[in-house]
């Protein structure tokens, strides 16, 4: 199994991160928990993005150790001891000879010999970076030593946030299978068709492209499309309907995120045209903002913008841009009624990925630089069982969402996912067509 990266890359993280930290400290990160589904059947594993980071080590029962007890920094992985018995039930292990020959640490341990290195060094050192509630071992042993613990996250998620070449070149493939995925759904489309049946589609690209989803598929017709983490998928979608798909991949270990909304008929009512053609220019709006130097909340205040006004001029709103937008740092106003989540995300390892950037609160987030990867996602959700607010009769059952994965350069926004139609023109044109 050889590693995503060249082994250089590993190591200029490495150095990247432990650059920065105090002499005389203790780095122990814990790749994530086994978690059960039923009785003795476990979900499928997935590394904790930070083990994946610095050491591309994916398998269960893990500890990447960094320490500098000797004045040098000295790198060690405690893994799953070879067992061929074990091995037999539950696959192959490299052990620790063989992560310590082709992986990019110096040395490897069994994972049974945690707390027996570790505890000598806690004595030796003055802080212990550690991630908590991850590894109860580790969890235990720190709580025992009374030593000071400091969490690591801020130091890496600055380095995870900008990408390398080599991760863009991956964010690419996973956006361009993405791409192909949703548009393999939309030949699909039909009046009455499942949700789940466009979800097979969609996850059998990824699965027979040697990819994964990075989130659980979302795949919501009509109503649905305005409940926003809506996955249970098991309704068909009415002749006349829109569905909303909000599905993307992982592929070695990077994540893709798409949205897409169409008729499933393949031609848009007027009031679905409304709607979509205001989500889709406030998401260009937003897209556009995507230059680095630009605070994180400027690009949801674009699209904002736009959406409160579009909400004025369909008479959806009745009250001034200034009242609909509401506070002018926090942007509260009755809009998000019909557009309550943010307008995007970082992108990376993990599909909300590290780097902050909240909105919807009065922090301007941080400033975009070339190398971050975001999401640009405004919607409108019309819910028709709403009772929270008015829902005009015309838009009633409406929810659209369009989402791209935007590249920050230097040269301004780069769109991961082109490939994939937003335009009505191209939806329908493809929607219900065979390849
Ligand atoms: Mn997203």
């Known amino acids: 199994m050889p590693l995503t990266f060249p082994i250089s890359e590993y190591s200029k993280r490495q150095s990247a991160f432990l650059g920065q930290l105090p002499s005389n400290s203790l780095v122990l990160i814990s790749t994530n928990p086994r978690s059960i589904r039923s009785n003795d059947t476990h979900y499928p594993f997935r590394a904790n993005s930070y083990m994946l980071y610095l050491c591309d080590w994916d398998e269960s029962d893990s500890v990447w150790m960094a320490s500098n007890s000797t004045g040098e920094w000295e790198t060690t992985l405690f893994v799953l001891p070879r067992d061929t018995k074990a091995e037999i039930w539950e696959g192959r292990r490299v052990g620790p000879e063989g992560a310590a020959k082709y992986w990019p640490v110096d040395k490897a341990h069994s994972i049974m010999d945690l707390s027996e290195v570790i505890r000598p060094l806690l004595g030796d050192c003055s802080v212990v970076f550690s991630i908590a509630g991850l590894n109860p071992e580790i969890d235990a042993l720190l709580n025992d030593s009374n030593i000071e613990t400091a969490n690591p996250k801020s130091y890496l998620d600055q380095l995870r946030v900008i990408k390398s070449e080599a991760e863009i070149e991956i964010m690419r493939k996973s956006a361009d299978l993405a791409s192909e995925a949703h548009i393999l ?181 941080p400033k975009l630089m070339p190398g971050m990867v975001i999401t640009v996602e405004p919607g409108l959700y019309f819910g028709s069982w709403r009772t929270d607010v008015n829902i005009p009769e015309r838009y009633a059952g409406i929810g659209v969402r369009i989402e791209d994965d935007v590249l920050v350069t230097a040269d301004g926004p780069l769109v991961l996912t082109s490939s994939c139609p937003k335009e009505i023109s191209e939806l329908e044109a493809i929607i219900g067509q065979e390849g």
């Open 185 to 365: 759904a939309m030949r699909e489309g039909n009046p009455g068709v499942g949700e789940w049946h466009l979800q097979s589609v969609i996850e059998s690209c990824f699965t027979s492209n040697n990819a994964q989803w990075a989130y659980p598929s979302i795949v919501g017709g009509g109503d649905n499309a305005a409940i926003l983490h809506y996955n249970t998928n098991q309704e068909s979608v009415k002749d006349g309907d829109l569905v909303l798909i909000d599905a993307g991949c992982e592929v070695q270990g990077y994540a893709s995120d798409i949205t897409r909304t169409w008729p499933v008929n393949g031609r848009f009512t007027d009031a679905q045209r409304e709607i979509y053609e205001l989500v889709l220019k406030s998401q260009i709006a937003a897209i556009e903002v995507c230059r680095p130097g630009a605070r994180w909340v400027e690009f949801h205040n674009a699209a904002s913008r736009v959406i409160a006004q579009g909400l004025i001029d369909l008479g959806i709103l009745d009250c001034t841009l200034e009242e609909a937008i509401g506070d002018p740092n926090d942007f509260d106003g009755p809009y998000r009624n019909y557009f309550m989540h943010g307008t995007g995300h970082f992108l990376g390892l993990d599909v909300h990925d590290v780097g902050g950037g909240r909105q919807g609160d009065d922090d301007p987030g």
